[in-house]
Every structure is written in structure tokens, then in C-alpha cells.
């Protein structure tokens, strides 16, 4: 069963800025996500970008916020590997997903024309509690 779905849109211009600032890179991502997306040469900011956009979508699909219910940045690792995109949770983000009894990630990240998406299915074998 399907307990949460997570959409998120956002402009790798944005996070280029973004990770010129002091702090963002070590502050949003873990060291495994940085070192998948500075092993991309042809453009890490691109898979920098469509890995935020899979965070926030595990934060929408999660019923949560980043900052609310404890959930932190870091909480979500989203990693590809040398396949499809997976998701990894921690802390409160895997208790959150634990309430809701997660069984299962789905992750699609995609990136074209200056922009990034992601879409995340969490589901469920089991009776989730109400958010």
C-alpha cells in the first residue's frame, strides 16, 4: 500500500549558488552522497541538485518537513551506486518511516534544461498510523 508520495522541482543554478556558500555541501549532504556526485564529471552540481530534490521529496512523502519532527538533512541519504536511485534513512527520518510501517522506497531523479525533479513512493506491507 502506498503511504506517501514526494514531488520536488528545483534549479541546479540554485544549489550551484548554494554550494559555493560555506557550509551547505557538509551541512545537507553525507559524505557518501558527496562522494557519488563529485565522482560525476560531466556535471556534480546537476547530480547535487536532483539528490536535494530527492530529499525533500522523502520529507513529503514522509509527512514531514526538514526541521520538523527532529528530521534533519542528513537523516536522508538518497544513492545511486551503480544503479537505480535508493533511499537510506536514519535517526528520525527512519522512525518516521518505521510509524508508517515502510517497506519500500521508490526513487525517480531526473535532470534536463537547468532544472531537477524527483519523485519518491514509500510503501507500506502493514496498517500505517495516522499522520
Known amino acids: 500500500m ?41 556535471s556534480p552540481e546537476e547530480s547535487f541538485a536532483a539528490r536535494f530534490a530527492g530529499k525533500e521529496a522523502v520529507f513529503k512523502a514522509l509527512g514531514r518537513g526538514v526541521g520538523q519532527g527532529g528530521i534533519g538533512w542528513k537523516d536522508v541519504e538518497i544513492l545511486r551506486g551503480d544503479g537505480a536511485p535508493s533511499v537510506r534513512l536514519r535517526g528520525a527520518a527512519e522512525r518516521r518511516a518505521e510509524e508508517l510501517h515502510v517497506a519500500r522506497w521508490h526513487v525517480a531523479l531526473s535532470h534536463a534544461a537547468g532544472f531537477a525533479v524527483a519523485v519518491v513512493i514509500a510503501e507500506s506491507v502493514g496498517t500505517p498510523r495516522a499522520r
Open 2 to 42: 502506498v503511504v506517501g508520495i514526494g514531488v520536488d522541482f528545483v534549479e541546479v543554478g540554485r544549489i550551484r549558488a548554494a554550494l559555493r556558500r560555506a557550509g551547505f555541501r557538509d551541512r545537507v549532504f553525507t559524505a557518501e552522497e558527496i562522494r557519488e556526485c563529485q565522482r560525476r564529471k560531466r
